[in-house]
């Protein structure tokens, strides 16, 4: 039961082959008995009394594709039954006094809360070992990172703890442990899913989207997160779209540009052989290659690491232990108690990104570093509308390598940084990107760890890159696979 896809569990679920209440003691079980730190809270008591409520639904007929399917969200996102932590020492005993627009929403479709994910602290990270809590560890070789900052997301979908998870992603942090962890994740065009009650890491970059086992399931979850929301400013006010309606479209003539920077050195060569592989597979369904440049692709990772850590240091200015979060025991005064506070309520890498970014907007230095990287965002765009002149989707690797070592970089922070590479600009330019499962690493270690192929799509063309992942899905079947 655990192996099926959403789409599956949907039908077992309306024919009555299973209750909805079944459905979610089966995960409850597995996540209780799995010991890779991928769950944060679960509350089994309150789980099966949504799945009881699903019930009803199922019984009555008032349902939606997604009703008694049983999903887990990242700790970013708020609730009010369960703590909302952010990974942070923070926020460990948070409690939010209202849901997270995808959490309602997704609630409102039927869904049944299985717990809260781990993740890196305040989705700082590419490791998930920034997180207070722990790092996760990946289902497919415990000894490796599930990739971040959504890496609990990542591993719960491939331990097959949970058929669904939401997760966001500001410079990578969906794609990248999804391609880690050898499952499918989707990033939408910014501002498609509302980021009300997501706990703000960098605010023009932060966005939701769903992980789950194959494209088409994506879809379904994308489906009820996406929609204009009131509550977030930059909400896009769209008519609402099915995502899947092109799934089993053609790709015959699809142009697939493969940006030159995206195979250059640093690139492993067992990541790029898989990569070339799934391009091989497309040819074969009717795709053609096109050469295309992303010229200012080195330029995102300093461009990210000045905008990103900008927007953070305001961001994460709410927490001093008066309006939120964990205040110190002991301090002398006012100011002391707000150091205090912070000092042992934030882990390095968020202290080390409130550094980054004050200095950064600090009087003499904005024009020279937030300014010029916010000017070079704009040519990043660029890039992308004119290579979209060429090709319908952009196609290369998720991550220079797959899943390094526990610990391996965990106390280098720019070597953490350099491995966004292709992940970045995708952001800093607002597109939607994907990532899909498309075949193993080399050597006796790697080949037991997951390479992603990434898809890239223009503005809004998230139905197109669920059709061309989709289609792969058909004919290939790394999405299948699980370690368990
Ligand atoms: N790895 C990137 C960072 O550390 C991206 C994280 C994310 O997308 N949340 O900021």
Redesign the pocket.
């Known amino acids: 039961m655990h192996t099926k896809t959403l789409s599956q569990l949907s039908a077992l679920l309306h024919s009555k082959q299973i209750s909805a209440t079944e459905l979610a003691q089966l995960y409850l079980d597995r996540i209780a008995a799995s010991d890779l730190n991928a769950f944060l809270h679960v509350d089994p008591a309150f789980t099966l009394q949504q799945a009881a409520a699903a019930d009803v639904r199922l019984a009555s007929g008032d349902t939606t594709a997604l009703t008694g399917i049983p999903v887990a969200h990242k700790d970013i996102f708020v609730t009010r039954h369960l703590r909302s932590t952010a990974g942070s020492h923070m926020l460990e005993n948070y409690v939010s006094p209202f849901d997270a627009t995808v959490v309602n929403k997704l609630a409102q479709a039927g869904m049944v809360t299985l717990g809260k994910l781990n ?2 602290e ?5 490791s998930n070992e ?1 997180s207070y809590f722990g790092a996760v560890k990946n289902p497919w070789d415990t000894s490796a990172v599930p990739g ?3 890496g609990g997301s990542a591993a719960a979908i491939a331990a097959r703890l949970a058929p669904a998870t939401t997760a ?7 794609r ?1 442990p999804a391609s880690f962890c050898g499952v499918t994740g989707i990033k939408p065009t910014y501002g498609s899913v509302s980021r009300y009650g997501m706990i703000a ?2 605010s023009s ?2 966005q939701g989207g769903p992980i789950a086992q194959t494209a088409e399931d994506c879809g379904l979850l994308l489906n009820a997160m996406a929609g204009f929301d009131e509550k977030d400013s930059t909400s896009l006010e769209r008519q609402p779209e099915n995502f899947n309606r092109d799934l089993n479209q053609s790709l015959q003539g699809l142009r697939i540009g493969i940006p030159r920077e995206f195979f250059s050195e640093g690139l492993a060569a067992d990541v790029e052989q898989a990569v070339r592989n799934a391009l091989a597979e497309y040819e074969k369904l009717g795709a053609t290659l096109v050469d295309i440049s992303l010229p200012k692709t080195e330029l995102s990772i300093p461009v ?2 000045v905008i ?1 850590p900008a927007e953070a240091s305001s961001n994460l200015s709410r927490f001093d232990g008066v309006r939120y979060g964990h205040r110190a025991a002991n301090y002398k005064d006012l100011n002391d108690m707000y150091r205090q506070s912070r000092t042992e309520g934030f882990g390095a ?1 968020v202290k080390r ?1 409130i550094l980054v970014g004050a200095y950064v907007l600090s009087h003499g230095y904005y024009d020279a570093y937030y300014l010029q990287a916010q000017r070079i965002r704009r040519l990043i765009a660029q890039d992308f509308a004119a290579a979209f002149e060429q090709c319908d989707v952009i196609m290369g690797p998720v991550a220079p390598t797959v899943a390094w070592d526990l610990g391996a970089k965990a106390d280098d922070p720019v070597a ?2 350099l ?2 590479i292709f ?2 600009s995708t ?1 800093l330019a607002g597109l939607p990107g994907m990532s899909i499962p498309c075949g193993f690493g080399q050597g006796e270690k790697n080949a037991k760890r997951p390479v992603g192929l990434q898809l890239i799509g223009n503005y809004f063309e998230e139905a197109r890159l669920l059709n061309v992942a989709h289609q792969f899905q058909q004919v290939t079947d790394w999405h299948t696979r699980a370690p368990v």
Request: hydrophobic share 30%; charged share 15%; aromatic share 14%.
């Open positions: 993740c890196d305040f989705a700082m990270g590419s920034n971040g900052s959504s966001t992603d500001t410079g990578g942090s969906i990248q890491f960098a970059l932060d990210y690491y990103a890498e990104r953490n940084y491995a966004d992940t970045l952001s």
